[in-house]
């Protein structure tokens, strides 16, 4: 079983940075497909970015292109989600996620808080 860990999160400025990482650990760590997801208050949750583990080829929300980016440490397990340029809508709770092959999201993270202030 796969447990996967957030941390980086915290309050800025708008304007400002966080990158938040997430760390895998446990039973072979193989995921096809390594995603980052945001759950705002009152919201449902929505896809921010992922990353296909092997290949490193990444995809973006349109609210975020430009402005995140999604890395990879294949020796320590761990995804990255590089956050630049925040705004108050970007005020979530950030959750990381592993796909298998047969595109089922199996392991989730606990979250991690961001908050921007105006």
């Known amino acids: 079983q796969v447990q996967l860990v957030e941390s980086g999160g915290g309050l800025v400025q708008a304007g400002g940075s966080l990158r938040l990482s997430c760390a895998a650990s446990?039973?072979?760590?193989?995921?096809?497909?390594m995603g980052w997801f945001r759950q705002a208050p009152g919201k449902e949750r929505e896809f921010v970015a992922d990353?296909?583990?092997?290949?490193?080829?990444?995809s973006f929300a349109h609210f975020v292109k430009g402005r995140f980016t999604i890395s990879r440490d294949i020796a320590k397990n761990t995804v990255y989600l590089q956050m630049n340029g925040l705004n108050p809508e970007d005020t979530a709770v950030y959750y990381c996620?592993?796909?298998?092959?047969?595109?089922?999201?199996?392991?989730w993270g606990q979250g991690t808080q961001v908050t921007v202030s105006s």
């Open positions: 990353l296909t583990w092997s290949t490193g080829r990444k």
């Open positions: 996620a592993a796909q298998d092959y047969s595109d089922k999201w199996y392991s």
């Open positions: 446990g039973s072979t760590f193989s995921p096809y497909v």
